[in-house]
C-alpha cells in the first residue's frame, strides 16, 4: 500500500512539472526532435545579446509575439466580419469542444467554421479588422527583442490571410509563413493545406545562411509543426508562459507603422466571455436602439434628451470660453460649424447639445439614412463651384454644420480638411468631437452605412464629448488673385484642423477619405 502511494505521488509530481513547464524535461523533449548541435536558452538570456543586427530571427507568432497564446478571438473576429452573426454564434456554441480536443484538431475546427463559404475576393478582414486587435496584444519585450534582429521569420498557426497584412504592414516582419487555405471556385472550403509550400521556401534560404546566424525562438511544452524551420537554428530560446505574463502591451507610439485605418463592427476583443456577454446582450441592445432611435426622431429635444439621456447615452459639452454662439458680425447669414468626424450622428448631437436646428452637408450618406435625419441634410456634389454655391445658399437661410474630413477615422487621428469651407464665411466655428463606445463601432467602411447609427445606440454607454472652440475667421470668395486664394484657403483649412487636433490631442495628417477607402474596403468610397 505504501508502494502504491509512493507511486501515485512520483507520478503525480511527475506530471505537475511537466505541465509547469521544467526546463530539464522540455530541453530533452526539444532535443528529441531536432539536432544535437542546437543550442537551447532560457528566453531572458536574449534580450542581453548585443549581435541580434546580425542575426537571422526566427520566431513562432502566438507563443512568443502575442502576449495571450489564444487563437479564439481572432476566429472570432473572422466569423463575425466575415460572416454573420449565427456564424459567430455557432462558432461560440463549438468552443467548450474546441477546448476538449488537442490544438490541432482544435484550430482546424474554428478554421472550418470561419472560412467555409467566405469568397476569397472580398475577404479583407485580415488587412482591415484584425490588425488592431493583433497589435493590441503585441508584448513590449518580445518586440524590442525582434526589432532589434536582422531578417525577421514568422512562423504562425494562423491561416495566411489573417496574419500577414499585420506582421508586414504593421512590423514590417520580412518573411511570413502562415498556413495556406484551400479553396473552390474563389470561395474558401475551410479546410487548411497540411503543409504550407511557402516553409519550404523559407527553408532553403535559411539553409543558404550562415547556420552561426540564425536563432531562433519558441516556447516551452511546445511541440512544433515548424521544426523544418527550427531545425536549422543553431540556438533556440525558450519563452515560458511565466514570461508571457510580465511583458507589457506594446504602446501605440512604438508602432513601426501607425494603426489610423481600421473596420469592423467589433469594439470589443470577442475572448470566450466578452463573446458571453455579447450575446447575452445583444437581444436588450436591440430593444434599446430602437427606443433611442425612436425618442430621436419624433419626439422634441427638451423631451428627447432626457430620454436618451436616462437610456444611457452620455453627451458632455463644453465651451470654455462661452463663445457667443447667437451673435453674429454679418446677420445675413448663418453660422458655419466646422467639425472633425466621427460619427454619422455628429450633426445631430451638435444640434442636441447647442439646441440649435442645423443643415448638414455631407459627402456620401445613405438614403435611409437621409430619410430618418431629424435635421436637414444636403449631398455635396464634389463640383467645387457647385457645392461652394450650394453651401452660400443655406449659410443665408440659416446655421450649417460641415465635416471636411469626408469620412470618419476611428483613431486619434484627424484626415485632411478639405479647403471649401474657408471660403464661405468670415466666421467660423470649430467643433471638436470624440466618442467612446464599449461594444459595437458606429462606422463602418465595407459595410451597410444606414446601420451605423443602429450599431452605435447598441452600445450600453455611448458618450459623445463636444467641444465648441474659438471662433476662427474665414475668407471670403475673392476671384482677383487665384494663387493667393488657393493658399490663402488651405491655410484656413490646416489651421481649424489644428486647433481641433489640439484640444483633441489627436494628430494631424494628409490622409484623405479616398486614402481611407483604398485601405480598407478597396475603393473609393463613393455611395449613390
Given at each position: 500500500?505504501?508502494?502504491?502511494a509512493?507511486f501515485f505521488?512520483?507520478?503525480?509530481f511527475?506530471?505537475?512539472?511537466?505541465?509547469?513547464?521544467?526546463p530539464?524535461?522540455?530541453?530533452r523533449?526539444?532535443s528529441?526532435?531536432?539536432?544535437?548541435?542546437t543550442k537551447?536558452?532560457?528566453?531572458?538570456?536574449?534580450?542581453?545579446?548585443?549581435d541580434l543586427?546580425?542575426?537571422t530571427?526566427?520566431?513562432?507568432?502566438?507563443q512568443?509575439?502575442?502576449k495571450?497564446s489564444?487563437l479564439?478571438p481572432?476566429f472570432m473576429?473572422v466569423?463575425?466580419?466575415a460572416?454573420s452573426?449565427?456564424?459567430a454564434?455557432?462558432?461560440?456554441?463549438?468552443?467548450p469542444?474546441?477546448?476538449?480536443v488537442d490544438?490541432?484538431?482544435?484550430?482546424?475546427?474554428?478554421?472550418?467554421?470561419?472560412?467555409?463559404g467566405v469568397k476569397k475576393e472580398?475577404?479583407r478582414?485580415?488587412?482591415?479588422?484584425l490588425?488592431?486587435f493583433?497589435?493590441?496584444?503585441v508584448?513590449?519585450e518580445a518586440f524590442e527583442v525582434l526589432?532589434?534582429?536582422?531578417?525577421?521569420?514568422?512562423?504562425s498557426?494562423?491561416?495566411?490571410?489573417?496574419?500577414?497584412?499585420?506582421?508586414?504592414?504593421y512590423l514590417?516582419?520580412d518573411?511570413v509563413?502562415?498556413?495556406e487555405?484551400?479553396?473552390v471556385?474563389g470561395?474558401?472550403?475551410?479546410?487548411?493545406?497540411e503543409?504550407?509550400?511557402e516553409?519550404m521556401?523559407?527553408?532553403?534560404?535559411?539553409?543558404?545562411?550562415?547556420?552561426n546566424n540564425?536563432v531562433g525562438?519558441?516556447?516551452f511544452?511546445?511541440?512544433l509543426?515548424?521544426?523544418?524551420?527550427?531545425?536549422h537554428?543553431?540556438?533556440?530560446?525558450?519563452?515560458?508562459e511565466?514570461d508571457?505574463?510580465s511583458?507589457?502591451e506594446?504602446p501605440?507610439d512604438?508602432?513601426?507603422?501607425?494603426?489610423?485605418?481600421?473596420d469592423?463592427?467589433?469594439a470589443?476583443?470577442p475572448?470566450?466571455l466578452?463573446?458571453?456577454?455579447?450575446f447575452?446582450?445583444?437581444?436588450?441592445?436591440l430593444?434599446l436602439?430602437g427606443?433611442?432611435?425612436?425618442?430621436?426622431?419624433t419626439?422634441?429635444y427638451k423631451?428627447?434628451i432626457?430620454?436618451?439621456?436616462?437610456s444611457?447615452?452620455?453627451c458632455?459639452?463644453?465651451?470654455p470660453?462661452n463663445?457667443?454662439?447667437?451673435?453674429?458680425t454679418?446677420?445675413?447669414?448663418g453660422?458655419?460649424?466646422?467639425c472633425?468626424?466621427?460619427?454619422l450622428?455628429?450633426p445631430?448631437y451638435?444640434?442636441?447639445s447647442l439646441?440649435?436646428?442645423?443643415?448638414?452637408v455631407?459627402y456620401s450618406?445613405s438614403?435611409?439614412?437621409?430619410i430618418?435625419?431629424p435635421?436637414r441634410?444636403?449631398?455635396?456634389?464634389?463640383?467645387?463651384?457647385?457645392?461652394a454655391m450650394?453651401?452660400?445658399?443655406?449659410l443665408?437661410q440659416?446655421d450649417l454644420v460641415?465635416?471636411?474630413?469626408g469620412?470618419?477615422?476611428?483613431e486619434?487621428?484627424?484626415?485632411?480638411?478639405?479647403?471649401?469651407?474657408?471660403?464661405?464665411?468670415e466666421e467660423?466655428?470649430?467643433?471638436?468631437?470624440d466618442?467612446h463606445?464599449?461594444m459595437?463601432y458606429g462606422?463602418?467602411?465595407?459595410?451597410?452605412?444606414?446601420?451605423d447609427?443602429?450599431?452605435f445606440l447598441?452600445?450600453?454607454?455611448?458618450?459623445?464629448?463636444i467641444q465648441?472652440l474659438d471662433?476662427e475667421?474665414g475668407?471670403?470668395k475673392r476671384d482677383d488673385?487665384?494663387?493667393?486664394e488657393?493658399?490663402?484657403?488651405?491655410?484656413?483649412?490646416?489651421h481649424?484642423?489644428?486647433?481641433?487636433?489640439?484640444?483633441?490631442g489627436?494628430?494631424?495628417?494628409n490622409l484623405?477619405r479616398?486614402?481611407?477607402?483604398?485601405i480598407?474596403?478597396?475603393?473609393?468610397?463613393?455611395?449613390t
Amino acid at each position: 500500500m505504501f508502494t502504491n502511494a509512493s507511486f501515485f505521488k512520483n507520478l503525480f509530481f511527475f506530471f505537475f512539472r511537466l505541465v509547469s513547464g521544467n526546463p530539464k524535461v522540455l530541453h530533452r523533449s526539444f532535443s528529441s526532435l531536432y539536432s544535437g548541435q542546437t543550442k537551447y536558452q532560457r528566453y531572458p538570456s536574449l534580450a542581453h545579446r548585443t549581435d541580434l543586427s546580425s542575426k537571422t530571427l526566427v520566431f513562432n507568432v502566438e507563443q512568443t509575439l502575442l502576449k495571450s497564446s489564444s487563437l479564439f478571438p481572432y476566429f472570432m473576429l473572422v466569423a463575425f466580419e466575415a460572416g454573420s452573426i449565427f456564424r459567430a454564434f455557432l462558432l461560440f456554441l463549438l468552443y467548450p469542444f474546441v477546448c476538449l480536443v488537442d490544438r490541432e484538431t482544435g484550430l482546424k475546427i474554428m478554421v472550418m467554421v470561419s472560412f467555409l463559404g467566405v469568397k476569397k475576393e472580398n475577404f479583407r478582414v485580415g488587412r482591415a479588422v484584425l490588425p488592431k486587435f493583433f497589435l493590441e496584444d503585441v508584448g513590449l519585450e518580445a518586440f524590442e527583442v525582434l526589432k532589434r534582429g536582422g531578417k525577421k521569420v514568422a512562423v504562425s498557426e494562423f491561416p495566411q490571410v489573417m496574419i500577414e497584412s499585420f506582421l508586414r504592414d504593421y512590423l514590417e516582419i520580412d518573411i511570413v509563413v502562415g498556413r495556406e487555405l484551400k479553396s473552390v471556385y474563389g470561395y474558401f472550403t475551410g479546410v487548411m493545406e497540411e503543409k504550407n509550400k511557402e516553409i519550404m521556401k523559407v527553408s532553403e534560404k535559411i539553409i543558404s545562411q550562415d547556420y552561426n546566424n540564425v536563432v531562433g525562438i519558441s516556447r516551452f511544452n511546445r511541440s512544433l509543426d515548424d521544426h523544418q524551420l527550427f531545425s536549422h537554428c543553431k540556438e533556440i530560446y525558450l519563452v515560458r508562459e511565466s514570461d508571457k505574463r510580465s511583458w507589457q502591451e506594446l504602446p501605440r507610439d512604438k508602432y513601426p507603422n501607425p494603426l489610423i485605418f481600421h473596420d469592423g463592427r467589433l469594439a470589443i476583443k470577442p475572448t470566450p466571455l466578452s463573446s458571453l456577454a455579447l450575446f447575452m446582450w445583444l437581444p436588450f441592445s436591440l430593444i434599446l436602439a430602437g427606443i433611442r432611435l425612436i425618442a430621436a426622431l419624433t419626439l422634441p429635444y427638451k423631451i428627447s434628451i432626457p430620454i436618451l439621456a436616462f437610456s444611457g447615452i452620455r453627451c458632455t459639452l463644453s465651451n470654455p470660453n462661452n463663445n457667443p454662439l447667437k451673435s453674429q458680425t454679418n446677420t445675413k447669414k448663418g453660422l458655419l460649424f466646422v467639425c472633425n468626424h466621427r460619427t454619422l450622428l455628429d450633426p445631430l448631437y451638435l444640434s442636441f447639445s447647442l439646441n440649435k436646428y442645423f443643415t448638414a452637408v455631407t459627402y456620401s450618406l445613405s438614403r435611409m439614412s437621409e430619410i430618418l435625419s431629424p435635421i436637414r441634410t444636403v449631398r455635396l456634389t464634389r463640383n467645387r463651384d457647385k457645392d461652394a454655391m450650394m453651401m452660400e445658399k443655406l449659410l443665408s437661410q440659416g446655421d450649417l454644420v460641415v465635416c471636411p474630413e469626408g469620412t470618419t477615422c476611428r483613431e486619434p487621428y484627424l484626415l485632411r480638411f478639405s479647403p471649401l469651407f474657408a471660403e464661405m464665411s468670415e466666421e467660423i466655428i470649430p467643433v471638436a468631437l470624440d466618442t467612446h463606445v464599449s461594444m459595437f463601432y458606429g462606422t463602418t467602411a465595407g459595410g451597410l452605412k444606414c446601420l451605423d447609427p443602429i450599431f452605435f445606440l447598441m452600445n450600453p454607454l455611448p458618450s459623445y464629448m463636444i467641444q465648441v472652440l474659438d471662433q476662427e475667421s474665414g475668407l471670403l470668395k475673392r476671384d482677383d488673385d487665384k494663387n493667393g486664394e488657393d493658399k490663402s484657403r488651405f491655410d484656413v483649412a490646416n489651421h481649424v484642423q489644428s486647433e481641433i487636433g489640439k484640444a483633441l490631442g489627436f494628430e494631424c495628417t494628409n490622409l484623405t477619405r479616398r486614402d481611407k477607402y483604398l485601405i480598407l474596403a478597396g475603393n473609393e468610397g463613393f455611395t449613390t
